[in-house]
C-alpha cells in the first residue's frame, strides 16, 4: 500500500563540513487552536465514522468552509492488515469547527470490489464549475494491477452536497495501452482549464513497468497520458512522482519523482509540451551519502522571486540529517538551504513530507512531520533570504503531532493545517485541523487573467487567479458589477450596465488588485 509513513530510513556514518546555517526558534509567534479532531466513535467497523488519518492539505471552497479527505476511515470495510481501517472518506469542515461527512469510500467484500476507489490520498482541488476533484491511490478497476489493492484508483468530483461521481478509472502499467496507476498527489487546474496529474506507479516503456506517469483530464473527462517515466533505458529521468505538479509561471509545469535519476535518489524535473527535463538529480556520494538530501515526496513551491522551493524527505549533509530544504531555479541551479538534523530536536524539526507554501507576508511556511521541543514536528518560516525559524510546534498532548501536508493561508490570513497523530497511547484521536493565527494579513487577490478581453453589458467574464475567496467587490473601469466566486482562483464577473473601458479590479479583505490590462466594453 502507499503509505506515507513507508519512507526509507537510513543512518550513516559519513560525516561532512558544512558552513553553519541560519536558524532561529520564536516561541508562540503562532497561537495554536484544534478546530476538528477526528475521533474514535465506535459508530463504523472502523471505529472512526468521520475518518481516520489526514495525509493531505485542505482547501478552502468558494463558501469559506473547508474541504479534504481522510485516508482512512468511515463506513468502509477495508483492512490494513491490523483490522478494519475504513475506505476513506471526503469531508467538508466550517471554520467554527462543524465536521460533516460528504462520502463514504466503501468496499464491496461480495465481490471483492471497490469501483469508486479508496484510499484517498492526494486531496481537493476546487474546479471553475464549483465541483472538487481528487483521486484515490487504488480501487477502480478490480483487475488492474498495482500493489494487488483492487485496482490502480480513481480520479473523481464531487459537488459540496456531496454528489459523487467517477471520472476516470486508472488501467495501471499492462493495459493497453498502459497508463498510469496509484496517483498520490493533489490535482491542479492548468491555466489552459484542464487538470493535471501524477501518478506514482503505472506507464510501461519497453517492458519496463511501474514508474509512473503525467497525465492530463479535460472538463469533460477525457483522460491522456503525456509521459511515461523511464530511468532504465540509457536516460537520466525521475522515476515514481509521489507528489503532484505546479504550473510555473512560464506556463511548464514542475514536480519531483522520489526516485529515479543519476543516483536514484530522487528528481526534480520540468515537463513542457511533451518533453520531460531533469532539472537537477540528488546525488549519492560515496556509499549511501546523500548530502543534498534524497527521496522528495513533496510538490515544489515558485515564490515571487521566481525561484523554485522544495523539500526532501530524509538524508542531509550531517550523519543525523533526516531531510533538507532547498531552491532551484527553473534552469536547474541548485541551491540547498538547510538540513533537519535530529540532533537538534529542541530547536528543530526534521523529516518534512509536505510542501511550502507562499503566505501573505511573503515568507514561506512548512512543516516537519517529528522533532522539535516535543516530538511531533514543527511549523518553519522560510524567508527568501534563506533564514529559517521555527515558530510553532507539535505534541502528543494538546493538538496531535506529525503534519504530512502543505499548510492552508486562508481569507483571513491564518494558516490552516491537518496533521494525523494524537496524543500518546490514546487510539482514539487519529488526527485534528488546526488554526494557527500569527498575525498574517488577509492575502491580497491576485488576477492573472481574464476572458474574453472585451463584451458586452450582461456578459460574464471569467477572471482567473489566487484569494478570490472572501471577494467583496468588483468593478470594471470603477463601476461596481455583480460576481460570483467559483473558488480561490476564479470568479465570474457580469460586466454592468454603464461601465466604460478599462481595468478591472477585485477587493478583498487584503486589499485590491487591478488588472494590467483594460476590459474593452462593446457597443
Keep these: 500500500m502507499l503509505k506515507r509513513s513507508s519512507a526509507i530510513?537510513?543512518?550513516?556514518?559519513?560525516?561532512?563540513?558544512?558552513?553553519?546555517?541560519?536558524?532561529?526558534?520564536?516561541?508562540?509567534?503562532?497561537?495554536?487552536?484544534?478546530?476538528?479532531?477526528?475521533?474514535?466513535?465506535?459508530?463504523?467497523?472502523?471505529?472512526?465514522?468521520?475518518?481516520?488519518?489526514?495525509?493531505?492539505?485542505?482547501?478552502?471552497?468558494?463558501?469559506?468552509?473547508?474541504?479534504?479527505?481522510?485516508?482512512?476511515?468511515?463506513?468502509?470495510?477495508?483492512?490494513?492488515?491490523?483490522?478494519?481501517?475504513?475506505?476513506?472518506?471526503?469531508?467538508k469542515v466550517t471554520p467554527s469547527g462543524t465536521q460533516t461527512v460528504l462520502y463514504n469510500f466503501t468496499y464491496d467484500s461480495a465481490t471483492n470490489t471497490a469501483v469508486k476507489g479508496i484510499y484517498p490520498y492526494g486531496g481537493l482541488v476546487q474546479g471553475r464549475d464549483g465541483n472538487f476533484y481528487g483521486t484515490t491511490a487504488y480501487g477502480g478497476n478490480p483487475s488492474a494491477v498495482c500493489n494487488g489493492l483492487l485496482g490502480c484508483g480513481v480520479i473523481f468530483k464531487i459537488t459540496d452536497a456531496g454528489k459523487f461521481t467517477v471520472l476516470h478509472t486508472f488501467s495501471g502499467a499492462y493495459a493497453t495501452p498502459p497508463e498510469g496507476g496509484s496517483p498520490g498527489g493533489r490535482l491542479i487546474l492548468a491555466r489552459d482549464g484542464n487538470?493535471?496529474?501524477?501518478?506514482?506507479?503505472?506507464?510501461?516503456?519497453?517492458?519496463?513497468?511501474?514508474?509512473?506517469?503525467?497525465?492530463?483530464?479535460?472538463?469533460?473527462?477525457?483522460?491522456?497520458?503525456?509521459?511515461?517515466?523511464?530511468?532504465?533505458?540509457?536516460?537520466?529521468?525521475?522515476?515514481?512522482?509521489?507528489?503532484?505538479?505546479?504550473?510555473?509561471?512560464?506556463?511548464?509545469?514542475?514536480?519531483?519523482?522520489?526516485?529515479?535519476?543519476s543516483s536514484g535518489a530522487g528528481t526534480v524535473y520540468r515537463f513542457h509540451g511533451s518533453t520531460v527535463t531533469v532539472l537537477h538529480s540528488f546525488v549519492e556520494q560515496p556509499v549511501e551519502f546523500f548530502p543534498e538530501g534524497a527521496y522528495p515526496d513533496a510538490a515544489l513551491v515558485q515564490a515571487s522571486d521566481g525561484n523554485l522551493y522544495g523539500t526532501t524527505s530524509t538524508f542531509g549533509a550531517l550523519p543525523t540529517s533526516n531531510g533538507t530544504l532547498f531552491r532551484i531555479t527553473s534552469s536547474g541551479a541548485f541551491t540547498k538551504l538547510w538540513d533537519f538534523d535530529q540532533t537538534k530536536t529542541s530547536v528543530n524539526g526534521i523529516a518534512p513530507w509536505g510542501a511550502m507554501t507562499q503566505a501573505s507576508d511573503g515568507n514561506l511556511y512548512g512543516t516537519t512531520t517529528g522533532g522539535g521541543p516535543a516530538g511531533g514536528g514543527t511549523l518553519y518560516r522560510l524567508t527568501?533570504?534563506?533564514?529559517?525559524?521555527?515558530?510553532?510546534?507539535?505534541?502528543?498532548?494538546?493538538?496531535?503531532?506529525?503534519?504530512?501536508?502543505?499548510?492552508?493561508?486562508?481569507?483571513?490570513?491564518?494558516?490552516?493545517?491537518?496533521?494525523?497523530?494524537?496524543?500518546?497511547?490514546?487510539?482514539d484521536y487519529q488526527g485534528a485541523i488546526v488554526r494557527l493565527a500569527g498575525g498574517l494579513p488577509a492575502p491580497k487577490p491576485a488576477i492573472q487573467r481574464f476572458a474574453p478581453a472585451s463584451g458586452t453589458t450582461g456578459q460574464q467574464i471569467m477572471l482567473t487567479g489566487a484569494a478570490f475567496v472572501g471577494a467583496t467587490?468588483?468593478?470594471?473601469?470603477?463601476?461596481?458589477?455583480?460576481?460570483?466566486?467559483?473558488?480561490?482562483?476564479?470568479?465570474?464577473?457580469?460586466?454592468?450596465?454603464?461601465?466604460?473601458?478599462?481595468?478591472?479590479?477585485?477587493?478583498?479583505?487584503?486589499?485590491?488588485?487591478?488588472?494590467?490590462?483594460?476590459?474593452t466594453v462593446l457597443p
Design 384 to 427: 527568501l533570504g534563506g533564514v529559517i525559524t521555527q515558530v510553532a510546534a507539535f505534541d502528543y498532548s494538546t493538538i496531535g503531532a506529525a503534519p504530512y501536508a502543505v499548510p492552508l493561508q486562508a481569507a483571513d490570513g491564518t494558516l490552516y493545517i491537518t496533521d494525523n497523530g494524537g496524543t500518546t497511547g490514546n487510539a
Design 9 to 91: 530510513t537510513v543512518f550513516f556514518s559519513c560525516l561532512m563540513h558544512i558552513q553553519a546555517q541560519p536558524f532561529s526558534v520564536v516561541p508562540n509567534v503562532f497561537t495554536t487552536q484544534i478546530v476538528y479532531q477526528f475521533l474514535r466513535d465506535g459508530l463504523t467497523p472502523s471505529g472512526f465514522s468521520h475518518g481516520d488519518i489526514l495525509y493531505d492539505e485542505l482547501v478552502q471552497g468558494a463558501d469559506g468552509n473547508f474541504y479534504g479527505t481522510t485516508t482512512y476511515g468511515g463506513t468502509g470495510l477495508c483492512t490494513n492488515g491490523f483490522g478494519v481501517c475504513g475506505c476513506g472518506t471526503i469531508f
Design 195 to 261: 487538470f493535471y496529474g501524477t501518478t506514482y506507479s503505472g506507464g510501461n516503456v519497453q517492458a519496463y513497468a511501474n514508474q509512473g506517469t503525467i497525465f492530463k483530464m479535460s472538463p469533460t473527462s477525457a483522460f491522456t497520458t503525456l509521459h511515461m517515466f523511464d530511468n532504465i533505458h540509457g536516460t537520466v529521468d525521475g522515476a515514481n512522482p509521489y507528489a503532484g505538479l505546479i504550473q510555473g509561471a512560464d506556463g511548464a509545469f514542475y514536480g519531483t519523482t522520489r526516485f529515479g535519476g
Design 473 to 519: 467587490r468588483v468593478t470594471f473601469n470603477g463601476t461596481a458589477a455583480s460576481f460570483i466566486v467559483k473558488s480561490v482562483n476564479t470568479m465570474l464577473a457580469t460586466v454592468p450596465a454603464g461601465a466604460t473601458s478599462g481595468p478591472i479590479t477585485v477587493t478583498n479583505a487584503g486589499g485590491t488588485t487591478r488588472t494590467t490590462n483594460s476590459f
